[in-house]
């Protein structure tokens, strides 16, 4: 980059004068203007700053393409893809990973006022909050970080602006580091600004960073996509943006007396090209009558109409040279005294951030005032967001949905009444977290199985709570420990314990019995309890299993006054649940043991060691009759293997489901997978001791209610032609099936022994209950079938 530097003198208080040394972009600056927002919105691209300043630092910010930026620059150039193929970073980049050696106010800064600066100025017409979107390149986790700030002022909305997703490509984020939330709260980075000339500011966080553009929003709903919108106009006409025609809403639908005026609310925006002259005007469509407009030109105004009937009437918005429209029905009733039908009121509840292993719990609420016919039908749905979702019932208010891709998701909760409709929205942040497959191994020394609750396999959220990781107070186990947000006082009985937000961590137990329940954690006040259970149920021997309030970590295993214990039935791997009962309770350490006298102290034993596929000697184990049964249920498997963006995935639904849960190969987005699919396939995969050889016929119990109906079954990896697309009936049911392309489903078995039943995914959207195996060619199951085997 051609720099030159000039002094520059501000007087400070009337009486200080500050020299500060600046250096310029020549090629930035045709005209230097303030940029206009308009509507509500300002975007900028990161190079036309119009000045920076090192504050003295050994950092700078660097205009890419660049071939004598300084080194190190450990990741390279990413030109491709940045708006008009040009980008700042802040060099040398010396902290590429969390081992590289921390050097405060040198590689990172906690605060942006002594830090490197970019200084751009705005000139804002409407006053509010903006909330600050930033496009970012980020590699690690050490590069992708950087304040905000405005008019010589840091405010704390502004401090540790965060990408944790979006790795390795140009990614928009308006999320907010705490330290309970190292991934950031979304749309936490915001300036409250007046009208007028203002100064935007952006410090140095950390080096590395690479930054292309940057916009602010009035509009808390809006998401940036790809490059973002075209840049905003300077107030002295400089750069050449492109010209975007305006976006226009006529508003909801509605209906009115005939004697009573329609209250119009239109929206209209514009980027103010060509000429900052947006020009609004309604007009009648259709309708059997004389439409009159209070004021046609005004976004807010009313219609009266001669007759009764539908009408649509549309509202159009002029640039100039570009125009945009959007239509409005409003069914006109001749009056009665019955009142007039109100649209549905609609929550979509809380924004939300999960990893994306884990389902979000979408708790939206609708009411209606039961006009015209008492019914009211509700849906979800995406509006935006990189990837797939799949909502497990699309209809219900309360209800979970995947996602097939990390990054920010609109989803939207309308509801409709059979007249009118409204909508609202909730974000989804989701984050690149990777459940890990396998389990926690019970020792034989005490029957100790031992987790960092850090260390959880699943983190399911409920309404608006969640466990999120913390690294508080000090003198932690582990790499931190859960804390229950927000704290509200909020209280869950066990009774409810599927609306509670919980934990899950599998464990392989080689024994059965007792097993007592230890938790290490910290009560900052009556926020003191939880419960613990197995499988998706909870114990009465280990509810409301309460700590002492105190200032510092405590074990305790008390449940109701007595020794908190759940019944461990089955050798294997099971799920161990811990539950919220009261929020802002962090729990940092779960022991299980089967000696009723042990005691742990300190920071406890280490965690237990971690398998990927449980302890190889439990396996199902064969019935020695003429039957021959295998019994498995689905959420009971040894390692559940993902591919690419798809895993079966553990689901409750329906509820006569046979065990605790199904398994469900998710995301929902209609692929299939025929060839190679022993490679390319998620899979599910069973360890079975077998007593029998010969022909063993397959049945699966599952639910397909559309055409995705079918999955492969094999052997110890390999797939069988004769249980190779195994197909189901499409049913709202649960249905066993036993075929293949109309044949019976069979695998051959040449030793006793253990092998592994391997299901895998062909068709996602399938869901599988139940897995039986059995030597009987005439047998067919009914309802549940058969119970599970023995696993041992």
């Avoid at 998401?223 to 010209?243: F, I, K, L, M, V």
């Avoid at 609310?265 to 514009?270: F, L």
């Avoid at 009556?526 to 021997?541: A, C, M, P, Q, Y």
Wanted: charged content about 20%; hydrophobic content about 35%; proline content about 6%.
């Amino acid at each position: 980059m051609n720099k030159t530097t000039r002094p520059n003198s501000w007087r400070l208080l009337g009486v200080v004068v500050l020299a500060i040394t600046l250096s310029w972009a020549s090629m930035t600056f045709a005209a230097v203007g303030p940029f206009k927002e308009v509507n509500g919105r300002v975007v900028i691209e990161a190079e036309n700053y119009h000045f920076k300043t090192t504050n003295g630092k050994k950092r700078d910010f660097y205009l890419f393409p660049n071939t004598s930026a300084p080194k190190p620059d450990p990741d390279g150039p990413h030109t491709s893809g940045a708006s008009n193929g040009k980008y700042l970073e802040i060099l040398p980049d010396t902290r590429v990973t969390h081992d590289d050696p921390l050097i405060p106010n040198v590689n990172l800064f906690a605060s942006g006022s002594n830090a490197p600066q970019l200084h751009y100025k705005v000139k804002i017409s409407n006053s509010g909050r903006y909330y600050v979107w930033a496009r970012v390149y980020s590699t690690g986790p050490e590069d992708n970080g950087v304040h905000v700030g405005y008019d010589g002022k840091w405010p704390t909305s502004g401090t540790a602006m965060q990408w944790c997703t979006g790795k390795n490509k140009w990614t928009w984020s308006s999320q907010r580091r705490l330290p309970e939330n190292h991934c950031g709260v979304p749309l936490g980075i915001y300036l409250d600004l007046t009208a007028g000339e203002h100064t935007i500011m952006f410090g140095m966080r950390e080096d590395g960073f690479e930054f292309d553009r940057f916009l602010l929003v009035k509009d808390r709903t809006y998401r940036p996509t790809g490059a973002g919108p075209a840049e905003s106009p300077r107030t002295d006409g400089g750069g050449t943006p492109t010209n975007e025609a305006p976006t226009v809403n006529a508003g909801p639908d509605q209906a009115v007396q005939l004697s009573a005026p329609a209250n119009l609310n239109g929206s209209a925006y514009d980027d103010g090209l060509p000429s900052n002259n947006l020009t609004t005007t309604w007009r009648k469509v259709s309708g059997p009558g004389i439409v009159k407009f209070g004021n046609v030109s005004a976004l807010n105004t009313t219609a009266t109409f001669s007759l009764k009937g539908f009408y649509v009437l549309s509202l159009a918005a002029s640039d100039g040279v570009l125009s945009t429209s959007d239509r409005i029905g409003i069914n006109v009733r001749t009056t009665n005294p019955d009142p007039v039908n109100q649209a549905p009121a609609v929550n979509a509840g809380p924004d939300q951030t999960i990893g994306i292993s884990e389902m979000a719990a979408l708790s939206g609420s609708a009411s209606d005032d039961g006009k015209p016919n008492n019914t009211l039908t509700t849906t979800w749905s995406k509006v935006s967001g990189p990837g797939n979702v799949t909502v497990e019932n699309k209809s219900a208010l309360k209800t979970r949905a995947s996602f097939s891709a990390e990054g920010f998701y609109v989803l939207q909760l309308s509801a409709d009444d059979g007249a009118l409709k409204s909508s609202d929205r909730v974000g989804i942040n989701v984050s690149g977290q990777v459940t890990q497959e396998g389990a926690f191994v019970q020792s034989g020394q005490n029957g100790l199985v031992v987790f960092e609750a850090e260390s959880n396999q699943e983190n399911i959220s409920s309404a608006d709570h969640d466990w999120i990781k913390v690294n508080k107070p000090a003198n932690f186990s582990g790499s931190g420990a859960m804390e229950a947000i927000p704290d509200q006082g909020e209280r869950i009985v066990a009774t409810r314990v599927r609306q509670s937000p919980h934990l899950e961590f599998k464990v392989s137990f080689v024994e059965t019995g007792r097993h007592f329940v230890w938790i290490r954690g910290l009560a900052q006040g009556n926020d003191n309890s939880l419960h613990v259970g197995l499988g998706g149920k909870t114990f009465e021997t280990a509810r409301n299993i309460t700590l002492p309030v105190v200032s510092d970590w405590r074990w305790n295993n008390t449940s109701n006054g007595n020794h908190a214990s759940i019944n461990v039935t089955r050798k294997g791997i099971q799920t161990v649940d811990l539950w919220m009962r009261e929020d802002g309770l962090i729990v940092d350490k779960i022991i299980l043991t089967t000696d009723p006298t042990y005691e742990p102290s300190g920071k406890g034993p280490a965690e237990s060691p971690f398998s990927d596929g449980g302890s190889s000697d439990i396996a199902f184990n064969q019935g020695n009759d003429d039957q021959g049964f295998a019994v498995m249920e689905t959420e009971n498997y040894d390692t559940n293997k993902a591919a690419g963006a798809h895993k079966w995935t553990e689901v409750y639904v329906p509820s006569n489901i046979s065990g605790n849960a199904a398994m469900s190969a998710l995301p929902d987005i209609g692929a299939r997978i025929n060839k190679n699919y022993t490679a390319n396939s998620p899979s599910l995969n069973f360890k079975v001791k077998f007593v029998k050889t010969g022909r063993h016929y397959i049945w699966l119990r599952g639910l397909a209610s559309g055409n995705d109906n079918s999955c492969h079954v094999g052997l110890d990896g390999s797939g069988i032609v004769t249980s190779q697309r195994m197909e189901f009936p499409i049913s709202r049911n649960l249905v066993w099936t036993g075929r293949v392309n109309g044949n019976v489903a069979y695998i051959d078995v040449t030793k006793t022994g253990t092998h592994t039943i391997n299901v895998w995914m062909r068709e996602d959207g399938l869901t599988l209950d139940k897995i039986l195996i059995t030597i009987n060619p005439d047998y067919v199951p009914t309802g549940s079938g058969p119970v599970e085997s023995v696993r041992k």
